[in-house]
Structure formats: structure tokens, C-alpha cells
């Protein structure tokens, strides 16, 4: 149990386009959602923490406006690059919490061309 | 806020023998202790994970260990297999935190 699935498992595109990561929790529900950055050889810094039904909470230096977050339903989260420039590559990992215990989707690679 | 200092950044072991990771954290508040496994490309797996009202906790090879007063915790593996090749990471949380503090993480290799 405690299965998280994440589309796509990697993307390319090009500078200043916009792409969305989904994040799904495929056998339970999940109010709350995380998503982070990792750089290779890095650990893991949190982006947002998201909450079903609200407003995601972004940590300190990550700008809202070019990362958006939409937690629609408790199975699914979204997160979208906005005008993504190469910068932006990295690994992006969601993770979803089931009873006080976060669980880790598989992570999307991406390559900002 | 918290913060999770994790020790040593790498560690190489003969397979059959033991490693040991260590984490400090800050906050005497801090009540959940998990630990991660990831694989290169692969994102982080929950191996274990212990809660402040314990000291100890065993899952076959795998074993953590937590000191309050010292505000530290330990990963122990034993019998090390070359499967066991990964990176670690060690992290808390503050009670009524939702959201982990996680170490620098261990990069752990398991030589034949």
C-alpha cells in the first residue's frame, strides 16, 4: 500500500514554455501533498506543502507565481512550471502523507532546452 | 525552525559488515524520525521511521535508535548486501509540523 505515481517520469522542453507534473496517490487519499526540487548530489528542499481544497503554501525563496500548485482532489496533485527557462532543470519529487507519513512519488527529470 | 545535521556525508562498507548513520537535530520538540532510501534516478523510499515515545525500533537488517536528551538518532544496518547501495537520507518533525527536515544525506556503498 501507500502507492505515489507521478506523469511524466521525465520532459524536455523549451525555454519559456509551461509544463505540468502530476502527482497521484493511487490507493489512498492524501489532504495533504508535497513537492520538492532536487539537485543531483543534493538533498531534498521542499517547494510547497499542499492542502486539498486550499491555497498551497510555498517555503521562503520559491516564487508562487512561476510554480503553481493545484490540489483539486485527495488523489492528485499538479505542479506547473511556468515559463521555464533552463534553470529550472531538475529532478521534481511529490510526496503524499497517509497517516502522518509521507510517501514519495517515483520523480520527474526535467530539461529545460 | 529545525534543522537535521546528518553524518558522514559518505560511507563505504565490506558486504556482510555493519553501517551506522547518524543524525542531530535541533528542535526538543521534533517527535517523528523517518528514514529514506533512494536509489540513483529513483525517488526516496521510507525504510523506517520511529517516533519519539520509543527508543528503538528493528525491521529485520534495519534498526533505529533515538536519543531524546541528545537530540540525536541513528540508522544501523546489518549484514550489509550490495543492494543496500544507495543514498540515505535521515529526517524530523516538529509536533504539529506538517513538513519533514531533512539531513544532507549519506551516500552509502557496500564493496564485495
Redesign the interface.
Known amino acids: 500500500g501507500a502507492v505515489?505515481s507521478?506523469h511524466p517520469s521525465w520532459v524536455i522542453c523549451k525555454s519559456g514554455t509551461s509544463v505540468k507534473i502530476e502527482c497521484r496517490s493511487l490507493d489512498f487519499q492524501a489532504t495533504?501533498m508535497?513537492w520538492y526540487r532536487q539537485f543531483p548530489k543534493?538533498?531534498?528542499m521542499?517547494m510547497a506543502?499542499s492542502n486539498e481544497g486550499s491555497k498551497a503554501t510555498y517555503e521562503q525563496g520559491v516564487e508562487k507565481d512561476k510554480f503553481l500548485i493545484n490540489h483539486a482532489s485527495l488523489t492528485l496533485s499538479t505542479l506547473t512550471v511556468t515559463s521555464a527557462h533552463p534553470e529550472d532543470s531538475s529532478f521534481y519529487?511529490c510526496?503524499a502523507?497517509r497517516t502522518?507519513?509521507?510517501?514519495?512519488?517515483?520523480?520527474t527529470?526535467l530539461t529545460v532546452l | 525552525g529545525e534543522n537535521v545535521e546528518q553524518h558522514p556525508s559518505t560511507l563505504s562498507v565490506q558486504e556482510g559488515d555493519s553501517a551506522v548513520i547518524k543524525c542531530t537535530y535541533s528542535d526538543s520538540a521534533s517527535n517523528?524520525f523517518?528514514w529514506?532510501k533512494q536509489e540513483l534516478?529513483?525517488?526516496?523510499?521510507?525504510i523506517i521511521?520511529i517516533r519519539s515515545n520509543v527508543g528503538e525500533k528493528k525491521d529485520q537488517r534495519i534498526a533505529v535508535t533515538l536519543n531524546k536528551t541528545a537530540k540525536h538518532f541513528s540508522l544501523h544496518i546489518t549484514e550489509t548486501q550490495p543492494e543496500d547501495s544507495a543514498v540515505y537520507?535521515c529526517a524530523a518533525r516538529s509536533q504539529g509540523a506538517?513538513?519533514?527536515v531533512?539531513?544532507?544525506?549519506t551516500r552509502l556503498t557496500i564493496n564485495p
Open positions: 505515489v507521478q495533504t508535497f543534493q538533498s531534498l521542499l506543502t519529487i510526496s502523507d502522518d507519513t509521507q510517501y514519495f512519488g517515483p520523480g527529470r | 517523528y523517518p529514506y534516478g529513483k525517488g526516496p523510499q521510507l521511521d537520507f506538517q513538513k519533514l531533512f539531513g544532507q544525506g
